[in-house]
T-cell receptor, first 116, second 116 residues
Framework: AQKVTQAQTEISVVEKEDVTLDCVYE???????LFWYKQPPSGELVFLIR??????QNEISGRYSWNFQKSTSSFNFTITASQVVDSAVYFC?????????????FGPGTRLSVLP | KAGVTQTPRYLIKTRGQQVTLSCSPI?????VSWYQQTPGQGLQFLFE???????NKGNFPGRFSGRQFSNSRSEMNVSTLELGDSALYLC???????????????FGPGTRLLVL
C-alpha cells in the first residue's frame, strides 16, 4: 500500500524565517500524483499544488516552492520569509491506483506555527 | 462567484441512524470529491464524482455511498452510523475530472458530524 510520511509533527519558526516541510512517499505505481494542502485554523482545506510523477521540475509560486526528487521519493515544501498567516497544518498526499480508479493517501500533517 | 457550499454545517445523530450530507460545487464545476477527517485516522479520501459518475473511490465500506445530480450537486450518505463515523466531512469541487487534469480544487467549509 502507498504511504506518505511527514516526519515533522510540529514546527515553530519566527516570522521571516524560511521553513521546509518534508514529505517522503512510498509507491509501486509508475505514474502518480503528489499534492500539498494547507489547513489554517479556520479548518477549511486549501489546495496548494499538484505534481505528476513525470514532472520533476521544481515549482515556485511566490514565497512557496516545491522540490520533487523521485530518486529519494520526496516532495518537500519550502516557505520563504514566513508570515504569521502561514500558520496552519500542511498535508502532503499521494495518488494510488486501485481497482476503483484512484485513491488519495494523505500524510499525518505538519503543524506550522509562525510566531511574530 | 459563490464558493463550495455544504449543508448542514453541523449534525448530531445516534448510532444506527443514517445521514445524508450535501455539497454544491462552484458554478460550472463538474467534479465533486469527498473527504473524511478524524483525529485518529486523519484525512481520508472517500470518492470523486464527475458528470454523475463515480470516478474514484477510497477504502471505505459500502455504508458510505454518494451520488451526483445533473446540476453537479452531490450528496454523501452514511448508513448504519457508528461512533467512529464522527468526523469533519469535506467536499471539494474542480472544473475537470480531478485525476484527468491539473485543475485547482476548491474546498467547502465542511460538515461536522457527531455520532452519539
Amino acid at each position: 500500500a502507498q504511504k506518505v510520511t511527514q516526519a515533522q509533527t510540529e514546527i515553530s519558526v519566527v516570522e521571516k524565517e524560511d521553513v521546509t516541510l518534508d514529505c517522503v512517499y512510498e509507491t509501486r505505481d509508475t505514474t502518480y500524483y503528489l499534492f500539498w494542502y494547507k489547513q489554517p485554523p479556520s479548518g477549511e482545506l486549501v489546495f496548494l499544488i499538484r505534481r505528476n510523477s513525470f514532472d520533476e521540475q521544481n515549482e515556485i509560486s511566490g514565497r512557496y516552492s516545491w522540490n520533487f526528487q523521485k530518486s529519494t521519493s520526496s516532495f518537500n515544501f519550502t516557505i520563504t520569509a514566513s508570515q504569521v498567516v502561514d500558520s496552519a497544518v500542511y498535508f502532503c498526499a499521494l495518488s494510488e491506483t486501485t481497482n476503483y480508479g484512484q485513491n488519495f493517501v494523505f500524510g499525518p500533517g505538519t503543524r506550522l506555527s509562525v510566531l511574530p | 462567484k459563490a464558493g463550495v457550499t455544504q449543508t448542514p454545517r453541523y449534525l448530531i445523530k445516534t448510532r444506527g441512524q443514517q445521514v445524508t450530507l450535501s455539497c454544491s460545487p462552484i458554478s460550472g464545476h463538474r467534479s465533486v470529491s469527498w473527504y473524511q477527517q478524524t483525529p485518529g485516522q486523519g484525512l481520508q479520501f472517500l470518492f470523486e464524482y464527475f458528470s454523475e459518475t463515480q470516478r474514484n473511490k477510497g477504502n471505505f465500506p459500502g455504508r458510505f455511498s454518494g451520488r451526483q445530480f445533473s446540476n453537479s450537486r452531490s450528496e454523501m450518505n452514511v448508513s448504519t452510523l457508528e461512533l467512529g463515523d464522527s468526523a469533519l466531512y469535506l467536499c471539494a469541487s474542480s472544473s475537470k475530472w480531478w485525476t484527468a487534469g491539473g485543475e485547482t480544487q476548491y474546498f467547502g467549509p465542511g460538515t461536522r458530524l457527531l455520532v452519539l
